[in-house]
Every structure is written in C-alpha cells, then in structure tokens.
C-alpha cells in the first residue's frame, strides 16, 4: 500500500515538473524511504530532513523555538511552520510535507495522547494545510499509519 502511494505521488509530481521535501520527526526518515525506495525518486524527491529535536526544527527548517515553547511540538501551528520553512525560497515547484508526532510507547499526556500525529502539507499555490490524526497500536505500526496518511493526503492536494 505505502509503496502504490508512494509510486502514485512520484507520477504525480513528474508530470507536473515537481520536487518534493520531507521534513520529519516521529517518522524518523520512514516517508523519505518510502519515496526513496521507489525507481524514478531522484527524478522528484529534492531532500528531506529528519528534525527529531525541538532545536533541530529551529535550526534546519526555521520553526520559531516561541512557537513550539507555546504549541508544543506536536501541533497544528509547527507542521505547518515545518512544511513552510522547507519550501522557503524555492520557486513555486515544490511540494513539502511535514510529519511530528507522539509514536510511543510513551511520552503521551491527556490532550496529546500516544498516537497523536500532525501532518503538514504545502503546495505551491495552495494554503499550506494540516492534519491530526490519532493511530492506535505499536509504535512502528503508528510511524507505518503516519507515513501511509501523510501520502495520502499529499496525493488528494496534488
């Protein structure tokens, strides 16, 4: 299923002239991969980076350390700061999508339990838009679900 997605989002791209950015936290790199383990990825797939720490989403794609001390890592307002600081300065080419999330086993609280994941998505001349979503299971299951949502919802906004 991911790799279909993944195939679908790289035809996509390619037929529009498109690149595509990843910036990660709870995924760990797992959606580069999977955009990456497909034939014809270099052809769209421009960089990613995997911004586990709060200083690394600061210091790699500019998210204000304000605006995670007030939202919290996992929010609306830094996946959306994550998915706009990986396509600053780029020409209106460029796809980014933007993953940060609790995968477990701990680390959960009551507003943001286990599970909870943000995925960020920018298009070029679209509003950059963001998604919650809550996985239940394992944490390599919640990493599998973040990746396999955040290509689906990607592809819906192509």
Same mark, same amino acid.
């Given at each position: 299923?991911?790799?279909?997605?993944?195939?679908?989002?790289?035809?996509?791209?390619?037929?529009?002239?498109?690149?595509?950015?990843?910036?990660?936290?709870?995924?760990?790199?797992?959606?580069?991969?999977?955009?990456?383990?497909?034939?014809?990825?270099?052809?769209?797939?421009?960089?990613?980076?995997?911004?586990?720490?709060?200083?690394?989403?600061?210091?790699?794609?500019?998210?204000?350390?304000?605006?995670?001390?007030?939202?919290?890592?996992?929010?609306?307002?830094?996946? @959306? /700061?994550?998915?706009? %600081?990986?396509?600053?300065?780029?020409?209106?080419? &460029? =796809?980014? #999508?933007?993953? $940060?999330? @609790? /995968?477990?086993?701990? %680390?959960?609280?009551?507003?943001?339990?286990?599970? &909870? =994941?943000? #995925?960020?998505? $920018?298009?070029?001349?679209?509003?950059?838009?963001?998604?919650?979503?809550?996985?239940?299971? &394992?944490?390599?299951?919640?990493?599998?679900?973040?990746?396999?949502?955040?290509?689906?919802?990607?592809?819906?906004?192509?």
């Amino acid at each position: 299923m991911i790799a279909n997605l993944a195939q679908q989002l790289i035809q996509q791209l390619r037929e529009k002239g498109w690149k595509i950015r990843c910036v990660e936290s709870c995924t760990a790199g797992g959606l580069t991969a999977a955009i990456g383990s497909i034939n014809g990825a270099s052809d769209v797939l421009d960089r990613s980076w995997v911004t586990y720490s709060n200083q690394a989403k600061h210091e790699e794609v500019g998210v204000p350390l304000e605006l995670i001390d007030s939202n919290g890592a996992v929010s609306e307002a830094v996946v @959306i /700061a994550m998915a706009k %600081g990986a396509v600053s300065g780029c020409d209106n080419s &460029t =796809v980014a #999508i933007s993953v $940060s999330g @609790i /995968a477990g086993p701990g %680390g959960g609280t009551t507003d943001k339990p286990v599970g &909870t =994941v943000w #995925i960020g998505i $920018s298009v070029p001349q679209k509003k950059t838009f963001a998604k919650r979503c809550i996985f239940d299971g &394992t944490r390599e299951h919640i990493q599998q679900c973040a990746v396999k949502t955040a290509l689906k919802e990607v592809l819906h906004r192509l």
